[in-house]
């Protein structure tokens, strides 16, 4: 078995970067190097410094969603403190591969040490922020897709799939939601039967943490059902600001894009942090360039909006990064 994973491993490695070399290559031949940078150096530094006040003010709304889930539980917390402990798991996250996850166990780490949150209770008001921006998120591709085949980026009977394909993935997490607030634990159960199959002690720690948290989720949903519900309606207005965002990018890189258009442009976007890469390199910039193709636009503006995106989240992954090494060395529990 062992000879097995380090055989995997190299081949895994290997196919990633061929596929970002594969897509990175697609794009700077589609939309070449100089004409993107033409159109970033054209950006006016009013219009730079509005995307940065933007981008701290959606940084630290995204702490305020996880504090109106620890205020369901009547945890309170620092709004302001809790999206410190986002961007510090946003780095991780980010630099490593996947679909961002990774950094979920840092943010129940730095609960539990800093602010002496319990361990189940931690992992329940992670687990919920979690899920709720997996609901958001997934139903956003749904409109995303479809504002794609209306735009004609699938050919026939391809577009229903997508979109049938999207909408099955937005279903995932609302069932594992309604499943819990129902008493039921998928989850819980599934950690418990790998803990009898494993028989480990860390194995079934794990499992009676997991199955706590959704227990304590569950009661959150039955005790504070309207607070549940104001997560929700907040995260699901959150994303209009992201919208506004990528309208903002593009409006400072000079393109007038109907409303559709971005919200098509942008759920390429979003697909390509899908990808099994780190920071969805190589798929974010193809899928912008292919995106601006479509719409008839000058490619070069996709590998732009691309650099834009890129900018942001590696200097917020780098702050992360920092923040994270910093917060987990010093395990002075905060009062």
Not at 44 to 73: D, E, K, Q, S
Not at 84 to 91: D, E, I, S
Not at 253 to 281: D, E
Not at 317 to 328: C, M
Request: one cysteine or more; glycine letters at 12%.
């Amino acid at each position: 078995m062992i000879s097995l994973r380090r055989s995997v491993r190299p081949v895994a490695g290997y196919v990633t970067w061929l596929a970002i070399a594969a897509l990175s290559w697609w794009a700077l031949k589609t939309a070449p190097l100089g004409r993107m940078w033409a159109e970033v150096r054209g950006i006016h530094p009013a219009a730079i410094l509005a995307l940065a006040v933007l981008n701290l003010l959606i940084l630290w709304l995204f702490g305020v969603r996880w504090w109106l889930v620890l205020r369901a539980g009547e945890r309170r917390i620092s709004s302001l403190k809790l999206a410190v402990y986002r961007l510090a798991a946003f780095g991780i996250s980010y630099f490593t591969p996947g679909t961002q996850f990774g950094g979920e166990p840092l943010q129940i780490y730095l609960l539990n040490r800093r602010d002496g949150v319990p361990t189940a209770e931690a992992i329940a008001s992670v687990g919920v922020d979690k899920l709720v921006e997996l609901m958001v998120n997934f139903a956003f591709l749904v409109i995303g897709v479809a504002a794609m085949v209306k735009l004609g980026f699938f050919a026939g009977a391809v577009g229903n799939g997508a979109l049938a394909g999207a909408a099955l993935l937005a279903a995932m997490p609302m069932v594992y939601g309604a499943a819990l607030c129902f008493g039921v634990a998928p989850a819980g159960w599934a950690s418990g039967l790998l803990g009898r199959l494993v028989r480990h002690d860390a194995m079934a720690r794990l499992a009676l943490h997991v199955g706590d948290a959704e227990g304590q989720v569950t009661a959150l949903c039955r005790r504070k059902p309207w607070g549940m519900a104001a997560v929700l309606a907040f995260a699901g207005g959150l994303w209009l600001l992201l919208v506004g965002e990528y309208r903002l990018m593009t409006w400072a890189l000079g393109l007038r894009m109907s409303l559709a258009q971005v919200v098509a442009a942008l759920a390429t976007a979003r697909l390509a942090f899908l990808f099994p890469l780190p920071g969805g390199l190589g798929a974010l910039e193809a899928g912008q360039v292919l995106a601006m193709k479509v719409l008839g636009f000058d490619p070069a503006m996709g590998l732009s909006i691309s650099l834009l995106i890129r900018a942001r989240d590696v200097t917020f992954g780098l702050a992360g990064l920092w923040l994270g090494k910093s917060l987990a060395g010093d395990q002075r529990t905060s009062e």
